[in-house]
């Protein structure tokens, strides 16, 4: 499955290097007077080219839009439309935590979806999961143009940027991906509740819905909410071995075929091989010993005789076992989509360590766009760095990186580890607020709030699920993590884009660090790894490292 989604990512890839570039592409006669009428009913001109400024400023007006939007949806759901279930209203704390969670493409999940939101909501949260992704490729879009230009500051217009993004490559895989979905068993529908009678002849309740559109994008686009609580370990969710792959295929797509954008936008395919070379050494360097782990299951129910020949099965699905489950657990928090198979919250204390530890980097793949974003912080710092070390001029493509540049990176490679370890010593430092939410004491209760505000702040949404989280004190503080930790580490690679792309171009010379080789690719390695050690280790050591040692 893996590799089919690498070669298949990379003539799609080049696909959308075209879109954004404005080339024609074989979708063009489809799409245009799509993206004509959206134009014309909303005003746009999408000719008129943009400072980097300007598309921020655009970009966060829209989201507060949608932010209240979304706030009114959830609180007004039980009088409005489409609840043939008669789910109530959320509360003030819960619509502020779930609308800013959509918007920011984490999909963080305070409530239970088949009974804590109505089908209007999914629908409009179904709509945030396309434009949030869009957002995320738009801002990378941005990067990318600034990237290339010699020098300029007029880097494209973010509304067709984002058009483009929705039309011409979020909703075509979405239309094909849902379909297969549909007939693969997952309902896709307007009514209420089933009512069925089992083998015992119990009556059973069933929620159904537009369920196969909800789970396409909620993949394609790397925002993981679950239409059901138990996400796509719920069997109208993931009825079978081959959606389960198809859903994998689904959240990797994108964010491998952006690398590979990266480098046919740029005219530099060395340099996106060297990303996904980084990118992927780090995925398997967190997704074989996980596998591992899962895969010759728990020694101490070893020692008491039980059979644990199929891993650790806890948690699992049988149609999908332990070894898949494994895999699904690092995808989805490696590439922030945060949707799972399985609960995390039971697997091995080390493999909740290096589920953790995906989040943490937040560097290898992503999220559609972000992941992207992320990475170019890295590279930045990964090129200072290096010219230091060995007497280069810190350049990237013709631009000299300095003080300014240097303190934005900074200011966002620190902002991730502040809000994580930041909201965990809050959370642990207030026992009598949050110690009644905990499922688990001692260590492992440890890991589950560590894991809640690493999640908000990776934007992926994936919990432990061990914690009880819909009260005031989690959605509040969540919400704001997801805030921060979703703009700033947009708005921070799209200023420093924008400021290189206002500067001389000076032409490569010996002189240049080369930053398409694979030794470049060690040091950016080395430079994650290190933050992440460096950051989150104390915090790992008090969690699932603790409890490893306390199994012995």
Known sequence: ????????????????????????????????????????????????????????????????????????????????????????????????????????????????????VSYLSQLFLMFLQFVSAGTGMAAAAIVFIALKNRTTEKLGNFWALLVKSCTRILLPLSILVGSILAFNGIPMTFEGKDTIVNMQGDTVQVSTGPVAGFVAIKHLGTNGGGFYGTNSAHPLENPNYFTNMLEMFSQMIIPLAMIFSFGYFLKRKKFGWMVFGVMTAGFLLLVVPTMVWEINGNPALGKMGVDISSGVMEGKEVRFGSATSAFWSIATTVISTGSVNSMHDSTMPLSGMTQLLAMMTNAFYGGCGAGILNFFIFIILAVFISGLMVGRTPELFGKKIEAREMKIAMIVALLHPLMILAGTALAAAFPGITSANLNNPGFHGFSEMLYEYTSS???????????????????????????????????????????????????????????????????VLAVIVIIAALSFFPALTLGPIAEYFSMK
């Open 457 to 523: 702040a990776a934007n992926n949404g994936s919990g432990f699920e061990g914690l009880g989280d819909n009260n005031p004190w989690w959605n509040i503080t969540t919400g704001i993590v997801l805030i921060l930790s979703r703009y700033l580490p947009i708005i921070g690679p799209v200023a420093i884009a924008g400021l290189l792309a206002k500067k001389k171009f000076v032409p490569e010379s010996a002189g240049t660090l080369p930053t398409d080789s694979a030794t470049f690719g060690v040091m």
């Open 1 to 116: 499955m893996f590799a089919i989604t690498v070669v298949l990512a990379i003539p799609f890839g080049s696909y959308i290097a075209k879109v954004y570039a404005g080339d024609k592409t074989l979708l063009d006669p489809v799409f245009n007077p799509l993206d004509k009428l959206l134009y014309k009913v909303s005003g746009i001109d999408e000719k008129r080219e943009m400072n980097w400024k300007q598309h921020m400023f655009a970009l966060l007006t829209i989201n507060v839009v949608w932010f209240l939007l979304g706030i009114f949806v959830l609180m007004n759901q039980s009088w409005l439309p489409l609840n043939p279930d008669a789910n109530p209203d959320q509360t003030a704390d819960l619509a502020f935590n779930t609308s800013i969670s959509f918007i920011v493409n984490c999909n963080l999940q305070h409530y239970s979806g088949e009974s804590g």
